[in-house]
């Protein structure tokens, strides 16, 4: 199931403005330290109704500074 989905990283276009990206230079690396990810893991039941209710409020409100946000089940 995907909360949000909206591939907007795709290697090719990236690789068409910066043909060095996938050169492995660990001195010219940076990462931004302002970008954070974090995951979550649920046991048993859970109701997914309102965990989109959630996501969606999120998504409404942090929208701008949100890059991707996915969800699997397993």
Known sequence: MSLLNIEAFQLERVLDFDPS?????PDSHQHDTSVVSCSA????????HKLQEWVS?????????????VA???
């Open 57 to 69: 409020t999120l998504v409404q409100d942090l929208g701008a500074n949100l890059y991707r946000c």
């Open 41 to 48: 893991k649920f046991e048993g039941e859970l109701n997914v």
């Open 21 to 25: 990206f996938l050169e492995s230079d």
């Open 72 to 74: 699997h089940r397993s």
